[in-house]
């Protein structure tokens, strides 16, 4: 019997899921006849909607509501938990290691593949910032974005018992890095919910909190264009939350954030959002990448100057064949992420069938951006809206896009729920150490040493 042929997905995000979801309805009668083999390799073994983290960092949606399973959606495709070190494309290997191989001890192994999806997504790209690594809170998971909710909340715990103005202080003000979407959607909801919450504090009011946007550039949330970014910005100012635009993060060493401007910041909380960067892998490939270390691509989603390779989403840069200006790329967002998936594994498909390729083109229809509970600002289709109808068109877009039906009925349930009730205001800050309590109470006694006789 003759070997399936092996399509290998890289990266179970946004492209790597949907596409591997496509190939499956594609190759059905394939798949059956066990001539072609889908395996996703995945660092989780979910698939994060990240538009929804910040609504699950203020509690709005649960945070198991905001991942789709991969198991049960690709239930035709081979699943490994692990990561891709690094492609040999001219001998069609990938290296990878599993939570398997760290047990074993053995060392990364070798997976041959007839087809390659490079899907990895991105990472945070960070600066040489002193204190960064130590001090920086991420927004790119839901284990971040959790752990976000738990420590703003615990802050406003630590400022309600500390009897040390400078503790309380620093315990109260927040400061975000990065005017881009995640930035821009966490500190809005966040303040949201902090605000909400300091009414069952008896010494911590709203105005007490002190909330900070630090934005290299001269606007924030460029995607939903110049005006509604100006409208976003009175929106947070007219919150207190103080807007800084042309400035950077020089340091944040010793809880202080220190700015270009001069301001210096005592704070325990620095949120870094400034952006992202190609996933590692690809720069450990032989495949072709460009200035910005993002794979080249042809319209039709295949490596450039590569047979039997393909990439979409964050890391390939594809040409944008709608815009009319030649050299233009794609933007790497969510839009563009999920219609390219649809093209690449019909492109795929095509190709084994020796039919032949589509190219993707798709005009950008537009943004929309959560400011918070019930504000936010759109820029859709030429139409700029801002308010409670720019965060409606937020939510009813986002639903629509998140997958499987299961996962919109439990967020939409949720929405209707928050809007019945209460806000949740709990931190479980020891779910991210759930040993601590039993390791505390293994722990031998300490030896005192014998006590002297009376």
């Not at 010494?203 to 100006?230: C, F, H, Q, Y």
């Not at 964050?314 to 794609?330: I, L, R, Y």
Request: a neutral charge; glycine letters at 8%.
């Amino acid at each position: 019997m003759t070997e399936p042929a092996r399509i290998l997905v890289v990266g179970g995000g946004y492209v790597g899921m949907y596409t591997a979801l496509r190939l499956q309805r594609q190759l059905r009668t394939e798949l059956r006849a066990g001539t072609v083999e889908i395996v996703v390799v995945t660092p989780d073994p979910y698939m994060t909607y990240q538009p929804f983290l910040p609504e699950a960092a203020a509690g709005s949606i649960s945070p198991r509501h905001v991942v789709v399973p991969l198991r049960r959606v690709l239930d035709r495709c081979r699943i490994l938990i692990g990561e891709v070190g690094s492609i040999d494309h001219a001998k069609r290997t990938a290296s990878l290691s599993t939570l398997a191989t760290e047990e074993e001890g053995t060392g990364g192994i070798e997976l041959t593949y007839d087809e390659l999806v490079l899907a990895p997504g991105s990472v945070s790209r960070t600066l040489p910032v002193p204190g960064l690594a130590d001090h920086g809170i991420g927004f790119k998971t839901v284990e971040e974005a959790i752990g976000l909710r738990n420590h703003v909340i615990e802050q406003m715990d630590i400022a309600s018992s500390t009897r040390d103005p400078a503790i309380r202080d620093a315990a109260l003000t927040f400061v975000f890095v990065g005017g881009g979407y995640a930035g821009v959607e966490a500190l809005g909801e966040l303040e949201d919910m902090a605000r909400y919450t300091a009414r069952y504090y008896h010494n911590v009011k709203p105005e007490d909190l002190r909330w900070i946007l630090v934005e290299a550039s001269d606007r924030i949330l460029p995607e939903v264009g110049e005006t509604m970014g100006r409208y976003a910005i009175r929106e947070l100012r007219g919150r207190n939350i103080d807007v800084r635009l042309e400035t950077r993060l020089e340091s944040c060493e010793d809880r202080v954030a220190v700015l270009s401007d001069g301001t210096r910041l005592p704070t325990r909380t620095v949120v870094w959002t400034a952006g992202v960067k190609p996933a590692p892998v690809l720069a450990a490939s032989d495949l072709p990448l460009n200035e910005r270390g993002r794979l080249r691509c042809t319209a039709h989603l295949a490596v450039e100057g590569v047979e039997h390779a393909w990439a979409a989403g964050d890391a390939a840069a594809v040409p944008d064949v709608t815009s009319g200006e030649p050299g233009k790329e794609c933007a790497p967002n969510a839009q563009h992420a999920v219609r390219q998936a649809k093209v690449l594994a019909e492109n795929i498909a095509a190709s084994l069938a020796g039919r032949p390729l589509t190219e993707y083109a798709h005009a950008y229809v537009g943004s929309v951006a959560s400011l918070g509970l019930h504000k936010g600002v759109a820029h859709v289709y030429g139409r700029k809206l801002k308010g409670y109808p720019a965060w409606l068109m937020h939510r009813a877009y986002h639903l629509s896009r998140v997958p499987t039906f299961n996962r919109k009925a439990r967020v939409l349930a949720e929405w209707t729920l928050s809007g019945l009730f209460k806000r949740e205001i709990v931190s479980l800050g020891s779910l991210e150490h759930p040993r601590a309590e039993f390791e505390l109470a293994a722990a031998p006694p300490p030896d005192h040493g014998d006590k002297p006789s009376s």
